[in-house]
């Protein structure tokens, strides 16, 4: 059964303040770790993509790294607009269930100014 | 970009009713759409995933003559909660998959429907 682990639960950082969300995943078969963004009341927003260990990617001030294990979300310099909860998912081609994702519980991040 | 939309944003309704939720691709066609649904404080739950054409393959333990899928088009998908009770409440929200590179498929979120049974 694929796993999918985040820490910590939360997390306040202090504007300005950088920092590392962790995703740990045991899943057979990898085809992408995806990272989301969710504010309150609202659908996840779509982050990232990535597809193998040693990957890097780049939005803004998020930088989203992947190894066999896990995968980071770094946060440099955060603003209060960064406050949200970061979800992450993994996805595996199965037979009887397609590609779905399979959802970490999430880190509620707040960025205090 | 990859839009998708969802009507209703937010509902009431009585006890015994019927709800329709509409989810569409606004700018790609999407031949997988999945629902979730979410309690507070929770993460995205699977309920089913829907494909343009076929039946609904719902998860283990949602009751399929409760929550009827219809994917009627590439583009649109309805979720309909049938005979709503309170415990029915809850934050419905729907994604579309669309094509990537690699052959890896991403699922791009509704803004979500917040349903209240009274």
């Known amino acids: 059964e694929d796993q999918v682990t985040q820490s910590p639960e939360a997390l306040r950082l202090q504007e300005g303040e950088s920092s590392s969300l962790n995703c740990s995943y045991t899943v057979s078969g990898l085809r992408g770790l995806f990272w989301y963004r969710q504010d309150p009341g609202k659908g996840p927003e779509f982050l990232f993509t990535l597809y193998s260990a040693g990957e890097e990617k780049e939005k803004e001030r998020l930088k989203a790294t992947l190894t066999k294990k896990e995968s980071f979300l770094h946060i440099t310099a955060p603003k209060p607009e960064d406050s949200a909860t970061y979800l992450c998912a993994v996805q595996a081609w199965r037979e009887t269930s397609g590609s779905r994702l399979t959802f970490g519980e999430g880190t509620q991040l707040t960025v205090n100014p | 970009g990859a839009v998708v939309s969802q009507h209703p944003s937010w509902v009431i309704c009585k006890s015994g009713t019927s709800v329709k939720i509409e989810c569409r691709s606004l700018d790609f066609q999407a031949t997988t759409m999945f629902w979730y649904r979410q309690f507070p404080k929770q993460s995205l739950m699977l309920m089913a995933t829907?494909?343009?054409?076929?039946?609904?393959?719902?998860e283990q333990g949602v009751e399929k003559d409760k929550f009827l899928i219809n994917h009627a088009s590439l583009t649109l998908s309805t979720l309909t909660v049938t005979s709503a009770h309170p415990e029915d409440s809850s934050f419905y929200i729907c994604?579309?998959?669309?094509?990537?590179?690699?052959?890896?498929?991403?699922?791009?979120f509704g803004p979500g429907t917040r349903l209240t049974v009274l």
């Open positions: 829907s494909n343009e054409g076929s039946k609904a393959t719902y």
């Open positions: 994604s579309a998959q669309r094509g990537g590179p690699s052959g890896l498929d991403t699922q791009y």
